[in-house]
């Protein structure tokens, strides 16, 4: 297993910078919040801009692990048009990064005046459509398992997968989303996704005396990341793991980043090396 880290960690950093942040942590690669306000906005992105972010990472020796953007809805035509259109364009720019995965979203679910069923079948007609084109373009589409949407319970997600029923279409697991649901253990999370994860978030959940919950660090919360970097050595994967620090949505709750996903860093090899798994064999700068 490989570390990266997720620029929504790093809000102030622009792409360059965040690139250069996570070389300075040691760490193997780096996801990519894609939005107008993320590190890289896919539609102003010329491709000289790619190449200028293909250079850097590869003079840094980082991979661009995964690009996460946010295209999402397929409930009309014109609609799934935009979406297809923007799958599209991520799954080109990830391929002329060198990028292997593309995050994927499952629909917005529940969705005001609409039917699961209805609301199922288009996204999953539409995300098939999105495989196929990633499918061309060398990369692999990872539908995260996400509140609000239709894979947020390992068993939504399979569901969904299957019926999506494409090579190219994998599963990012979130066990952070899948713990909030409350439905699965983890061994159940990763007996039912083990065949399908191709990408991991990491992040960790502290819940109130009303039942709220918030995103803390890796150490701190009611999940043991050690469990689950065992768990996922028991299923064979050798993918990576994304801290997918929050600094982004919780900037006044979350330490800096060279506090906050430093440490995360560190706890994430700390398991890998009680896994038996090797870390990273780069060293930070």
Not at 132 to 153: P, R, Y
Not at 161 to 176: G, T
Request: with cysteine; glycine share 8%; proline share 4%.
């Amino acid at each position: 297993m490989k570390l990266c880290g997720h620029t929504m960690g790093m809000p102030e950093k622009d792409i360059f910078e965040s690139i250069s942040f996570c070389a300075e942590l040691g760490l193997d690669g780096i996801e990519v919040r894609c939005a107008e306000n993320g590190q890289m906005h896919l539609e102003a992105l010329t491709a000289e801009d790619v190449a200028r972010i293909r250079d850097h990472a590869a003079e840094e020796r980082v991979e661009v692990a995964c690009l996460t953007p946010y295209y999402r809805d397929f409930m009309t035509e014109e609609a799934a048009q935009a979406t297809l259109d923007g799958y599209r364009l991520a799954c080109g720019i990830a391929r002329d990064l060198g990028c292997p995965l593309v995050r994927a979203i499952s629909g917005v679910w529940p969705l005001e005046g609409r039917q699961r069923a209805e609301v199922f079948a288009r996204t999953v007609a539409g995300v098939r459509q999105a495989g196929a084109i990633a499918e061309d373009n060398g990369v692999v589409l990872a539908v995260e398992t996400h509140k609000g949407q239709l894979a947020w319970s390992a068993n939504e997600a399979v569901e969904f997968l299957e019926a999506v029923d494409h090579p190219a279409v994998r599963v990012l697991w979130d066990h952070f989303w899948v713990h909030v649901r409350g439905e699965e253990t983890l061994d159940e999370a990763l007996s039912l996704l083990a065949p399908w994860v191709a990408h991991v978030h990491a992040k960790n959940v502290q819940f109130d005396e009303d039942g709220e919950h918030r995103t803390v660090l890796l150490d701190e919360g009611e999940l043991d990341w050690c469990e689950i970097v065992a768990g996922l050595k028991a299923i064979g994967y050798d993918g990576y793991i994304s801290d997918e620090y929050e600094k982004f949505w919780r900037p006044e709750e979350l330490p800096e980043p060279e506090v906050g996903m430093k440490r995360n860093c560190e706890v994430l090899r700390e398991c890998l090396s009680r896994a038996g798994e090797a870390a990273p064999t780069r060293s930070s700068r």
